[in-house]
């Protein structure tokens, strides 16, 4: 069994920047692609970048792009999202999950929610002056 813990979340100014990691426990990572979530209050949780071990694909959500870096400690088993010149708009519970169907596959577009079998608990990002 596969178990994620976020953490790296807190409060940061506009234009901050944070990095959030996802620890795994109990596989190797290598066996799963990996997706960073955000949900905000009120709203839908929505992807916003995934990771495919089999060759370092990735993909990101338009609104994070060139903002936000997804990457992979093979020897922690640990999974980053560093996040850069953080706006109001990106205030959210952030979680990780992961994937084992996809993992042989390029990440070329999102994966589907559905697609997921194992989740984190979540951090908070909060972006605020």
């Known amino acids: 069994q596969l178990q994620l813990v976020e953490s790296g979340g807190g409060l940061v100014q506009p234009g901050g920047s944070l990095r959030l990691s996802c620890v795994a426990s109990g596989r190797s990572l290598d066996f799963y692609a990996i997706g960073w979530f955000r949900q905000a209050p009120g709203q839908a949780r929505e992807e916003v970048s995934c990771?495919?071990?089999?060759?370092?694909?990735?993909w990101y959500e338009d609104s994070v792009k060139g903002r936000f870096t997804i990457s992979r400690d093979k020897d922690r088993n640990t999974v980053y999202l560093q996040m850069t010149r953080l706006m109001s708009e990106d205030t959210a519970i952030y979680y990780c999950?992961?994937?084992?169907?996809?993992?042989?596959?390029?990440?070329?577009?999102?994966?589907?929610?559905?697609?997921?079998?194992?989740w984190g608990q979540g951090t908070q990002v909060t972006v605020s002056s």
């Open positions: 999950a992961a994937s084992l169907r996809w993992a042989a596959w390029t990440i070329v577009r999102a994966i589907p929610e559905s697609d997921y079998d194992y």
């Open positions: 990771f495919s071990p089999i060759d370092g694909s990735k």
